[in-house]
């Protein structure tokens, strides 16, 4: 075993987010949609990824999730902390790769399988509202990754809804 490659996690610990800060060199950048989503993720799922620091607490990966730790409400639910690993790393250029290694290596959601999810969560009778929120997309992006009719899509957001009348189309009218 290469204890090189346990050496991160053996220093998890949860520490008081303020101590962290940010570096100053990070190229990736999220929508407010996507930090909604990832706050709605921890709050589903529960804190599953470390922040990954520097000993001095520069955030090498993870700024997102520590940015959205201080919002309510998982400020007061974490109660003011966040989990983090330490690396060591020799100098300021290995931060650098830390950093950007971390935000490639996540990769990108391809089409297909995309399409296959919404469909499958439709089938197994998810409404759009539910779907939306938890993978954060609005009713747009769903229509168009299930296939489905303009007509079909339509009714399937108004399934269950009370109070809309029929359309009624009056000729002659001036």
Do not use: C
């Not at 921890?42 to 804190?47: A, F, K, S, V």
């Not at 001095?56 to 309510?72: A, K, L």
């Not at 290596?105 to 296959?116: F, Y």
């Not at 409404?127 to 229509?143: D, N």
Request: net charge positive; aromatic share 8%; charged share 30%.
């Amino acid at each position: 075993m290469d204890e090189k490659l346990f050496k991160p996690l053996s220093s998890l610990q949860w520490v008081e987010r303020e101590r962290l800060k940010a570096n100053n060199y990070n190229p990736n950048k999220v929508s407010r949609e996507n930090l909604d989503l990832l706050k709605q993720s921890i709050l589903t799922n529960g804190w599953t990824l470390p922040i990954v620091v520097r000993a001095d607490y520069t955030i090498i990966d993870g700024f997102h999730r520590w940015t959205v730790s201080g919002q309510e409400p998982l400020k007061t639910k974490l109660g003011g902390k966040v989990p983090v690993v330490i690396v060591e790393h020799k100098d300021h250029e290995s931060d650098i790769y830390g950093t950007i290694t971390h935000n490639r290596a996540r990769g990108v959601h391809l089409l297909e399988p995309m399409k296959a999810i919404v469909k499958e969560l439709l089938n197994a009778g998810k409404t759009v509202k539910e779907i939306g929120k938890e993978l954060g997309m609005k009713p747009e992006e769903i229509f168009r990754l299930s296939g489905f009719t303009r007509e079909q899509f339509l009714d399937l957001m108004t399934k269950g809804v009370e109070g809309y009348s029929q359309a009624v189309v009056y000729k002659n009218v001036r």
